[in-house]
C-alpha cells in the first residue's frame, strides 16, 4: 500500500511539473505568406524562423526562465495585407502571443506593424528593408535587416567594384518595380545617379510588380545600350528578367538586389542563367556563420538556406535572445530586452558587421556585402575583406 502511495505521488508530482513546464512555454507569433504569390519568400522566411525555434528548443529552451520552450504559431497572411492584419490580431487576441515576427513583404509588414503598435505587443521586423518600419515612427517595432538606402549605397559600392575592374563600363540602366518598393529605390538612385559624373544614364525603366513577362521592359533597356544594368526587385522578378535578358541576346553586366540576383533557388531554377550576376545583398552564405547554420537547414529541410530563410533565422535568434533576456514575458520587459540585445561579429550570419538598436529600433551595424554567381557557387566578392572569391567581370551568361 505504501508503495502504491509513493508511486502515485510520484506520479502526481511528475504531472505537476509537466504542466508546469508547459505553463511554462512563451508563444512567440509568426506571420509570413504560407499561401498566394508571395509564398515562395514567406515560406522561406517561415522555416528560417522555425529552425531558430528548434534549435533553441532542442539545447534545453530559454536559460534564464527554467528552460521555458517555445511554443511557435503560425499566421498565414495568404501574400494579403488585410490577412496579415487579421492574422496578427488573431495571434495576440486568441493565442496570447509574447512577440510578433514578420512579414515577408512591406506591404504585408507595415499593417502588421500597426497592429502590434495598438495592442503594444513587441514585434521583430526580419525581411522587409522599408523605412518607415525604422525611423522612429513606430515604438513597438525592431528591424534586424537592412533599409532601402543600405541598398543603394552597396549599389553604387557594386558600381564601383566594376568600374575599378573596367573604366570603360559607364552607361547604366536601371530596372525599376512599379510598387512602394521600387518607387523608394528608384528616387533614392536617381538622386546619386544625378550626382555621378563619371556614370552616365541610358534608362531608367519601370516594371509591373506583378507581372508574368518582363521581355518589353528589357527591351527598352536593351535598346539604350547600356554597359550595366541595375536591376531591382525580388526572386520571381530575378527569374523573369534572366529569362528575358537570354531571349533578347542581351549581355550587360547585371547587378541586382539581393533576391533577385542573389538568392541561391536561382541557380536550380534558372540554371545557368544565373552566371555572373552579381548581387547586392544582406547575406553572403559562404561567409563562416552562415555556412553553419546552412547546414543544419539543409539537413532540416532538404533545401539549401535562401536569402529569406537566412534572415528570417536571424530574426528570429534576436527575437530569442530577447525573450531569454527578458525579466518577463510581459511586453515592456520583452521590450526592454529588444533595447538591450546584441550580436557580436562572430555571431552574424547576415552581412551586417554586428547588431544592436539605435532608439528608431534600426541596427546601427547594417552593412551589405556583393556576391557573384561563379559556375556552382554563389560567392562573396566585395568588399575584399569579406570576400571569399575575386570579381569577375563578364556579360549576362557569356562563356
Known sequence: MRRMVGFLLSAATLLSVVSLNAADAVKVGAVYALTGPGAVAGGDGMRGTELAVAEVNSAGGLKNHGGAQIELVKGDSQSKPVNAVGETERLINQDKVALIIGAGTSNETIPLSQVAEKYGIPHVNAIPQQESLSNGS??????????????????????????????????????????????????????????????????????????QDLLQPVLKVKASQPDVVVQVGYFRAGVLASKAY?????????????????????????????????????????????????????????????????LGYFGAMVAIRALDAAKSFKPEDVADALRKVKVGKDEMITSSDFLEFDDNGRNKGRDTT????????????????KATAKPVLKGFNTP
Open 370 to 385: 556583393v556576391t557573384q554567381f561563379q559556375g556552382d557557387k554563389l560567392v562573396t566578392v566585395w568588399p575584399p575583406e
Open 246 to 310: 537570354e531571349q533578347l541576346d542581351f549581355h550587360p553586366v547585371v547587378i541586382g538586389t539581393g533576391g533577385m540576383s542573389g538568392d541561391p533557388k536561382l541557380r536550380p531554377e534558372i540554371g545557368k542563367l544565373v552566371a555572373w550576376q552579381f548581387a547586392v545583398t544582406p547575406f553572403s552564405g559562404d561567409l563562416p556563420a552562415a555556412e553553419k547554420i546552412g547546414a543544419a537547414f539543409e539537413k532540416k529541410f532538404q533545401q539549401p538556406l535562401t536569402l529569406n530563410s537566412a
Open 138 to 211: 513606430l515604438k513597438w517595432t525592431w528591424s534586424t535587416t537592412l533599409i532601402d538606402s543600405d541598398y543603394v549605397t552597396g549599389i553604387f559600392r557594386a558600381l564601383d567594384m566594376v568600374h575599378q575592374l573596367n573604366p570603360k563600363l559607364t552607361k547604366v540602366a536601371v530596372l525599376c518595380p512599379d510598387n512602394e518598393y521600387g518607387i523608394e529605390m528608384g528616387k533614392q538612385l536617381k538622386l546619386e545617379l544625378a550626382g555621378r559624373k563619371d556614370l552616365m544614364v541610358t534608362s531608367f525603366i519601370d516594371y509591373g510588380a506583378s507581372a
